[in-house]
T-cell receptor, first 115, second 118 residues
């Protein structure tokens, strides 16, 4: 079965600083990888996804992520944090397991942006 | 274009009761999936429906069930509620030709239904 780990349940950065949210996955088959953002009292919104092709994926709001198969990682970055980026971020993997096609979320990382 | 709509947004139930949550997908989307979000367990996949058929299922007990109608609207039901079922239940839809996850299709989430079991 696949799994997802996100290093750091809470990350704080200063406004204008680099954002780096870490995601590592395990999967016995090539997965699809996703990053979602959740603002308070709202559902999830897709930031970006990797399915096939180019390993550097650009998403909305200036975010991007790079799929590194050798490191089983899919870290999310943004060059300059904005106050509006404060939210919870979820990495997710979709892959086939014994139960069929499953979709597993990581535990989430709460991003705080300090003025 | 209307997004994914979930009803009710908030509800309180008593242990032992059953609850039905409703989800209307984005127009034209045929795949609907359900997720449970709790502080302790995080986000967990419940099941996915496409063309009225359950395509994938997560590791939840049989008390959790769902169905999809011909208009792609979906309901999920939890019977014999337990305190631990208190959670945010999220519905998501996608175009999907055979199950959104298998093709990596983008899924769009509703705002969720907050269930409190007392």
């Amino acid at each position: 079965a696949q799994s997802v780990t996100q290093l750091g349940s809470h990350v704080s950065v200063s406004e204008g600083a680099l954002v780096l949210l870490r995601c590592n996955y395990s999967s016995s088959v090539p997965p699809y990888l996703f990053w979602y953002v959740q603002y308070p009292n709202q559902g999830l919104q897709l930031l970006l996804k990797y399915t096939t092709g180019a390993t550097l994926v650009k998403g909305i709001n200036g975010f991007e992520a790079e799929f590194k198969k050798s490191e089983t990682s899919f870290h999310l970055t943004k060059p300059s944090a904005h106050m509006s980026d404060a939210a919870e971020y979820f990495c997710a993997v979709s892959a086939r397991d014994n139960y069929g096609q499953n979709f597993v979320f990581g535990p989430g990382t709460r991003l705080s942006v300090l003025p | 274009k209307a997004g994914v709509t979930q009803t009710p947004r908030y509800l309180i139930k008593t242990r032992g009761q059953q609850v039905t949550l409703s989800c209307s997908p984005i127009s034209g989307h045929r795949s609907v999936s359900w997720y449970q979000q709790t502080p302790g367990q995080g986000l967990q996949f419940l099941f996915e429906y496409f063309s009225e058929t359950q395509r994938n299922k997560g590791n939840f007990p049989g008390r959790f069930s769902g169905r999809q109608f011909s208009n792609s609207r979906s309901e999920m039901n939890v019977s014999t509620l337990e305190l631990g079922d208190s959670a945010l239940y999220l519905c998501a839809s996608s175009l999907g030709t055979g199950g959104s996850m298998s093709s990596g299709n983008t899924i769009y989430f509703g705002e969720g239904s907050w269930l409190t079991v007392v």
